[in-house]
């Protein structure tokens, strides 16, 4: 249908954003078939590392020790004190839990607390997934599946089902660029015994490396090849990370049609006393990506990085080579002011080729927060877009909003990854 006022326009917008089925492209979720490793419910929500790193602010006396040592429970009624009842939860982390609360039906308040706890006491895994994915309005999230984590491999190498197919695999593979005498030594525990020095893999290192990949592909069947990478990540590098890159990563990608989606700018453990809420960011070299997208052309880079200051140059280098897509607002992104700003960038240089947004949730209830708001404000900007399209006398439809919109949503990851609608 033709849309001819502004208003029109926006309300179009704002309905086909809102309504959008989510394929999420990362996440830290696992099926219920992984059991425990699937994080929800409210005690998960307010220890969520985010919020780990903001209470300490509030309790300067309270030494980080002290609050590990403390039972989960008491973690997450500490949090709530000081974050949600002493104070306001104006922080986007700290709101995200009231969204959350107030969506699964509970009256945000100083009590939500113990009331959320009830109504989930009563819920099964599986029912608080099929819950919170419809609440999300999310059809498939793409997991981290990391086989150097001992439990995880365990899992797989198990092969417990049944799998929900609304989970999808990735393969991490942080560990396999770490110094090769460490990963040499990680691999041979699993039965790859390759060879190398401190300047990387031999033949025989490389050929391990590769069957290492092949088996654990085949065995996950993931989406894409995953990994975070330091700030000062380059390409070509002449070292052990380097030589994993070029002689074994990359040509798998290619042989196996497998994206690589590399998350680029974290610094790990700047304070390690905060544990997985101590990694901090930094600017990361756009250049490497560039030579890697050029040196690369049959691979599709799945590109997002941690440096707000880094996002415009990746735009560009996004428009030189057709096998980037950037996406999400990563971490210390995702939060309104900056998600406004990199949409903003993102569709005036690349359009609808780039992928806006992955939630990064740890804690499956996370789901129904990370897209509610970051529909209200994807929404509110592409709303702005059309209205200028409008104004420079273009005729907008709302079928192709729709289409338009899910393309981003959906449609993007799920073409270019190859995987079926
Ligand atoms: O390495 C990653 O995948 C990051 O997303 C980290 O998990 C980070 O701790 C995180 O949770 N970001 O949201
Ligand atoms: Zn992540």
Redesign the pocket.
């Known amino acids: 249908m033709r849309l001819t006022t502004e208003k029109a326009v926006r309300a179009a917008v704002r309905k086909a954003v809102d309504s959008a089925a989510v394929v999420d492209m990362?996440t830290?979720l696992f099926e219920p078939r992984f059991g425990g490793m699937l994080l929800w419910g409210i005690d998960e929500l307010l220890t969520y590392?985010y919020l780990v790193a903001e209470v300490f602010r509030a309790r300067p006396e309270l030494t980080c020790a002290e609050f590990w040592q403390m039972p989960k429970p008491a973690q997450a009624e500490l949090i709530w004190d000081e974050l949600f009842v002493k104070r306001s939860p104006v922080s986007e982390a700290c709101r995200g839990v009231v969204t959350c609360i107030e969506a699964l039906g509970v009256k945000p308040g100083p009590k939500a607390l113990a009331e959320t706890r009830k109504l989930l006491a009563r819920r099964s895994p599986e029912e608080h997934v099929d819950a919170v994915f419809r609440l999300a309005g999310v059809t498939r999230a793409v997991m981290?599946n990391d086989p150097f984590d001992d439990a995880e491999r365990e899992m797989w190498l198990a092969g417990k089902g049944p799998r929900d197919d609304r989970f999808v695999p990735a393969l991490r593979i942080d560990a396999l660029f770490g110094e090769w005498p460490a990963v040499a030594k990680k691999l041979a525990a699993m039965g790859y015994k390759g060879g190398g020095d401190a300047a990387g893999p031999d033949a025989r290192g490389i050929f391990e490396v590769k069957r290492f990949l092949g088996d654990w592909a085949d065995r996950m069947k993931p989406a894409y090849l995953a990994a975070?990478l330091p700030p000062d990540l380059d390409y070509p590098e002449s070292n052990s990370r380097g030589r994993v890159m070029a002689e074994c990563v990359l040509p798998f990608a290619r042989e196996r049609k497998l994206p690589a989606a590399f998350?680029i700018g974290?610094r790990k453990l700047v304070n390690p006393e905060l544990k997985?809420a101590g990694?901090s960011l930094g600017l990361s070299k756009v250049e490497a990506v560039e030579r890697l997208c050029r040196d690369w052309p049959d691979v599709r880079f799945f590109i997002t990085l941690l440096a707000r200051e880094n996002q415009h140059a990746l735009c560009i280098a996004a428009r030189k080579f057709r096998n980037l897509t950037p996406f999400g607002c990563?971490?210390f992104l995702n939060d309104p002011s900056i998600i406004r700003e990199m949409t903003a960038e993102r569709l005036e240089l690349l359009g609808l080729s780039m992928i806006p947004q992955h939630s990064?949730a740890?804690v499956l209830d996370q789901l129904i927060y990370k897209w509610t708001h970051s529909r209200m404000v994807i929404g509110e900007v592409l709303a702005d877009k059309y209205a200028d399209l409008l104004a420079a006398g273009w005729v907008v439809t709302s079928e192709q909003v729709r289409s338009d919109v899910d393309r981003l949503f959906s449609q993007n990851f799920l073409e270019l990854a190859g995987l079926k609608a």
């Open positions: 990362h830290h590392h981290t975070s998350m974290v997985l990694d990563w971490w990064d740890r």
